[in-house]
Every structure is written in C-alpha cells, then in structure tokens.
C-alpha cells in the first residue's frame, strides 16, 4: 500500500504540480447534512479570508513570527486532538474550494456538534476515510485522522448558519 501512495504521489507531483502546490484563496464553503434540506454555501470573500485551508500544521506559510499551532483554518490547533469523542452529535462534511480548482474540492473535513453545549469539533479524514487521498495531495499535516476543537471563530459562522438551515427544512 505504501509503495503503491509512493508511485501515486510521484506520478501527480511530476505532471500536475500547479494543481497540487496550488496555494489560492478559498472561494468556497459547503456545509451538507443529513439534517439540511439543502447545501450551505458560503462565498462572501471577507467571511472566507478568515478559513484559509493553507493554515496549520503542514502548511509551509513564510511569514514572520507564523505559528503552525495556533488557531486557523477552521481548527484550534493548540488544544491539541480530542482524546475522547462526546456522543449526541449532529454530523455535518465541510468541503472547501479555492480559485486554482473552483469546481473541484481542495479539502473535505467533518464537523459536528454537540447541541446541548454548542461545542464543535473538526475530523481531518485519515487514510482509511473517503477524503483523505484528496486532502492529503493539498496538505499533509501529520495529525489526520483525528478529532480536534473547532475554531472560535468557525462556531460563531457555522452555528448560526446551521440552525437556519435546520429550521428552514422543517418548514
């Protein structure tokens, strides 16, 4: 299986490597689930600016002083993985798109919430889930396959937004 990883990224990093080092703003947000009668689609490019794919750990940001643990993308890096996962949770897949690849996904996460405390975390697909070929030929973090604490920041966009949603679909 490694061997056969080896060839597959050797053979897209030699004949597409725009499309795989592509480092562009994000466009787009998808937020699906099971309990949403349709897609939400985030694009407004101020609110984007701010759940940057090419943030955290794996990312090779240059700037001064940049820190791959602190809070980014849509991710608080610094309460390191989730050891023990809550139950009860309202699952939904986030899926990012950015100007190089605007009708393809760069990255796939699943976010999920606990509705009696609000908390939300974030799922980077490992090897053995559906995503994980995709995200990885955008970003190798080293931490995939685990469950991490959302973003401040994420909670106070994605919450709101879901729970419209969810109450739209009743109606």
């Known amino acids: 299986m490694k061997k056969i990883l080896v060839i597959a990224l050797t053979l897209l990093l ?49 700037q001064p002083g940049f820190n791959a643990n602190a809070p980014s993308f ?18 939904y897949q986030v899926t990012f798109y950015s100007e190089e690849r605007s009708e393809r996904p760069i ?29 990885t030929f955008s970003i190798l973090r080293g931490v995939e396959g685990k469950w991490f604490h959302a973003l401040d920041a994420w909670e106070n966009l994605a919450i709101p937004l879901i729970e419209k949603a969810r109450i739209a679909s009743k109606s």
């Open 14 to 62: 030699s004949v597409a490597p725009s499309v795989v080092l592509a480092k562009g703003a994000t466009t787009k947000i998808v937020i699906e689930g099971k309990d949403l009668s349709k897609p939400i689609e985030i694009s407004d490019p101020k609110v984007l600016a701010h759940f940057s794919v090419w943030a955290g750990p794996g990312t090779s940001f240059t």
């Open 74 to 91: 849509i991710i608080d890096w610094s309460q390191g993985p989730i050891a023990h996962l809550p139950e009860a949770l309202q699952k």
């Open 107 to 135: 990255y796939v996460v699943y976010y999920a919430v606990q509705p009696s405390s609000g908390q939300g975390y974030v799922y980077l697909p490992g090897p053995s889930d559906k995503w994980w070929l995709l995200n």
